[in-house]
């Protein structure tokens, strides 16, 4: 079996994949349709998505399956189709990845509060096993749990990932700048929080997505790493903070900007970069332009 | 307890988000009575209810500014709502019978195709804690569901909320509808990817960072 953990233990820095959503749009997904149902409609439009970064040189691709948990296809009534639609979402990908380029495969978080009462830990774990298991059998090599705010979802994410699989499990948050110039993600928590609790559920990478752009993504990792020096770290960032213009939104960080940024993460301690919201197979391929050199 | 010391605890009990004397947040006012028993208390004493809301504002403010600053984070301030509902509900009774009047009515709603209500609940949850009635159109909502219950609510203000950059073209469209159909509506809008340009841009009255922001916002129209 494939192990992503092996390839950065040989001293790799693997390049992983950019936006899906904003790409889904270009292709005509339309505002209030459900993205991950397209894994099913509209399957060749996924799979050009996932082909393009496979083109562009990512050494992971992701699934079209961030929205996929029973809890949030509820919205659309299509909870019960949960299953197959991120089994659908795991095949295209595999299918366009081939067996030499890694599928991860994506879960969001649900939305929901657990503080507020809006669900209770049993059926999030539910859910996230569901979720975990049918990209399992669509046939990923690895789990991504992605822009995690709230750290007691996250544990019991990757808990029911790894409980529904034997596969390697990422989890990644999104932090924001807040007082003191420290990281907070919204619910309050820490970088050194996060690393304490992903350890204590046996995660295989952390790491964090989102946000606000590559610069401050640097010191992210910086932070990241100032608690722990072997977990191998994730990143996947935005392409800058949005700019709405003339009713066209439009993100700042261009591919040079980016592949620019790439030695000093690679030097903070980040070892799989690629994009978030805003970035294309372009962005991508200035960062394998300067990891491969 | 004196009356003075009565709404005191008001504020406080508010900005720190305790609920009554059973909830086990804030973990140092464990055993304590929350803004449950307090409000009880406080009408026994025949403390007006305008001086029990306006404590219950004060306490949103503290936890509200705290957010704005980045020193509290979503749970501090969904607690502090939590503790200001108490509080409310011992009120309803005087906003039905007219003896505290409501600051006016607040329609609010994340636009079409964004599902994410975190930032919505938390504007409309500290809105209502100021005073105003808030109409909650929840998620994913199109410019008719907003344009009907606008009719419904003359004098109104509207609120969009939008966490995704993609939805916000949508929240653009929506605000254009509204402003061609009803010019003299005001509308705020926030969220993530959003910023005062952007707002600016789509033809919206204000913009906020923050729950706190679209408070001050609407009460500067009172």
């Not at chain 1, 800058?240 to 960080?253: C, Q």
């Not at chain 2, 505290?100 to 930032?119: A, E, M, P, Q």
């Not at chain 2, 419904?152 to 509808?177: D, I, R, Y």
Request: charged share 20%.
């Amino acid at each position: 079996m494939k192990s992503l953990l092996n390839e950065i233990k040989k001293g790799k820095v693997l390049v992983s994949d950019g936006a899906w959503g904003t790409f889904l749009m270009k292709r005509g997904l339309k505002a209030g349709e459900c993205p991950e149902y397209w894994n099913i409609s509209h399957k060749e439009d996924v799979f050009a998505i996932a082909k393009s970064y496979v083109d562009a040189g990512s050494d992971i691709i992701l699934t079209n399956s961030f929205g996929g948990s029973p809890y949030k296809l509820k919205h659309f009534d299509l909870s019960e189709n949960a299953f197959e639609i991120n089994k659908q979402a795991a095949l295209i990908s595999r299918e366009a990845a081939g067996e030499n380029i890694y599928v991860l495969g994506s879960i969001g978080p649900t939305g929901a509060m657990l503080i507020m009462n809006e669900i209770t830990e049993s059926e999030l774990y539910d859910g996230f096993f569901l979720q975990a298991k049918a990209l399992m059998s669509g046939g990923v090599d690895a789990i991504c749990i992605e822009t995690m705010t709230d750290i007691n979802e996250a544990k019991i994410a990757v808990k029911a990932a790894k409980d529904a699989t034997n596969l390697e499990v990422a989890c990644t948050f999104t932090f924001d700048k807040v007082a003191n110039n420290e990281f907070k993600t919204i619910m309050g928590v820490s970088p050194k929080e996060v690393i304490d609790a992903i350890l204590e559920v046996n995660a295989d990478v952390i790491g964090t997505n989102c946000g606000i752009g590559f610069e401050l993504m640097i010191d992210i990792v910086k932070e990241l790493r100032k608690y722990n020096s072997t977990i191998p770290i994730l990143v996947h960032a935005n392409a800058g903070l949005p700019i709405f213009n003339n009713n066209i939104i439009e993100y700042p960080d261009t591919p040079e900007i980016m592949g620019n940024f790439v030695p000093k993460l690679v030097e903070a301690g980040a070892n799989i970069i690629g994009g978030c919201c805003g970035t294309t197979p372009d962005h991508i391929k200035a960062i394998v332009r300067v990891i491969k050199n | 307890m004196n009356n003075q010391e009565l709404i005191e605890n008001i504020v406080t009990c508010v900005a720190r988000g305790k609920v009554s004397l059973e909830s086990p947040f804030p973990k140092d006012l464990i055993g304590q009575i929350g803004t449950n028993e307090l409000t009880k208390i406080a009408l026994e004493n025949n403390i007006s209810p305008d001086l029990i809301l306006k404590a219950c504002n004060d306490g949103m403010k503290i936890i509200g500014e705290r957010f704005g600053k980045g020193e509290a984070f979503v749970p501090e301030l969904l607690m502090s709502a939590k503790a200001m509902n108490a509080v409310m509900i011992h009120l309803k009774p005087f906003f039905k019978s007219g003896t505290v009047k409501s600051k006016g009515k607040f329609i609010i709603g994340t636009v079409l195709g964004d599902l994410h209500d975190i930032g919505k609940n938390l504007v409309s949850m500290v809105v209502e804690g100021n005073g105003w009635e808030v109409i909650d159109l929840g998620v994913d909502c199109k410019t008719e569901k907003f344009i009907s219950k606008i009719k419904e609510n003359p004098g109104c203000f509207v609120g969009l909320s939008a966490l995704l950059t993609t939805t916000m073209a949508n929240m653009n469209k929506t605000v254009q509808e509204i402003k061609k159909q009803f010019p003299e509506i005001k509308i705020l809008v926030g969220g993530a990817p959003l910023t005062m340009e952007a707002a600016i841009q789509m033809g919206a009255d204000g913009y906020s960072p923050n729950p706190q922001g679209a408070v001050e916002y609407l009460n500067s129209w009172v």
